[in-house]
């Protein structure tokens, strides 16, 4: 008797289980549901003020814009890496003591890393006057192409900062500041397959972005070309020292194709506007924002809302059955 007890409740319980669900399941689904259910409008009001503070958040943050422009190497680096009489000349060099050569090859990496350094920065920020629409720029006008600052950080008039001063930073932005920021700005990539690379730069105005990265790509050029001006200036001077103190024809007739090789590299130098960056494709004048992310913003800040909601309903399930409080009730 006690052996069909326990078949018939192990088939009872198969039964149960058919589909993979048991009742303990669709019980569990039923509760969750009414909970779901009961705070609906909990839910929504979570729901309904992210998407408000959303809307509010997104449309309080101005419209950026980025120009970019496409470069290359420019044709006077591959044409000087290509002659063997060029590379005989750099052994020589090498071998004279010469310590930079006009025509190394990582001349495209050491202007990269010049484009990026604090040094170019700085001095790049503080010859376009970049601090005050860096940091103070409020808004672009479209109809009158003006860029708008806020005259509670910087007073056009008086030519004065006037932010207020937190912790390290004072009124006036700080070297750091004005790297950090332009650093964020400027964006660099390049396509190691074709070798082309892709500089550009984000500002509150499309035309300032346009005359930012314009601006940055001669600034470039013009660093490189007057380092290896002053480097070749500097081999020649080192050369003809050389040359005073021997009197050995070979070796002479070895310096003075070193020096001749110099004044070329300086002549292109001084005659090539496009020196290490040939511009493939200019920067134009951007129509459409880079950011902010309008419709992602509110996306995301719906999500959190109903996450938020979900939360407080089960927190207040929670209290609600809280044991202790429902032990209490009972004693009361």
């Known amino acids: 008797m006690d052996n069909e007890t326990s078949e018939n409740v192990l088939a009872d319980r198969d039964i149960k289980n058919l589909g993979g669900r048991t009742e303990i399941d669709d019980v569990d689904l039923y509760r969750l549901f009414n909970v779901l259910w009961s705070g609906k409008y909990i839910i929504l009001a979570f729901v309904f003020v992210s998407a408000v503070i959303s809307v509010l958040y997104s449309l309080s943050l101005p419209n950026m814009y980025r120009a970019s422009v496409l470069v290359a190497p420019s044709d006077r680096l591959s044409s000087n890496q290509v002659s063997g009489a060029s590379s005989r000349l750099q052994g020589l060099a090498g071998l004279a003591g010469l310590g930079g050569s006009t025509g190394d090859v990582d001349t495209i990496q050491l202007a990269l890393q010049v484009m990026q350094s604090r040094y170019f920065l700085l001095r790049f920020a503080d010859k376009y006057n970049l601090d005050v629409p860096l940091f103070a720029g409020k808004e672009w006008q479209r109809d009158s192409n003006v860029l708008i600052i806020d005259e509670n950080i910087y007073d056009t008039k008086k030519e004065k900062w006037l932010r207020v001063v937190k912790g390290n930073k004072g009124s006036e932005p700080s ?61 020649i001077k080192y050369i003809e020292g050389k040359l005073a103190k021997t009197d050995v024809a070979a070796i002479r007739n070895i310096f003075f194709e070193l ?49 938020l909601g979900l939360v407080a309903i089960f927190v207040r399930n929670f209290i609600r059955n809280y044991p202790g409080r429902q032990s209490g009730n009972g004693a009361e």
């Open 175 to 235: 070297d750091f500041e004005v790297f950090e920021r332009l650093s964020e700005n400027l964006q660099i990539s390049r396509n190691e397959e074709n070798g082309f690379i892709s500089i550009s730069m984000e500002s509150l105005s499309p035309y300032l972005a346009k005359q930012w990265v314009d601006a940055i790509v001669y600034e470039i050029n013009n660093e490189i070309r007057q380092k290896h001006i002053l480097t070749a200036d500097r081999n």
């Open 259 to 307: 020096v001749e090789k110099e004044i070329q590299n300086k002549l292109m130098a001084e005659t090539a506007d496009e020196y290490v960056f040939m511009v493939v494709d200019p920067a134009v004048v951007p129509e459409k924002k880079s950011r902010p992310a309008r419709a992602v913003i509110c996306i995301v800040g719906v999500f959190l809302g109903g996450c």
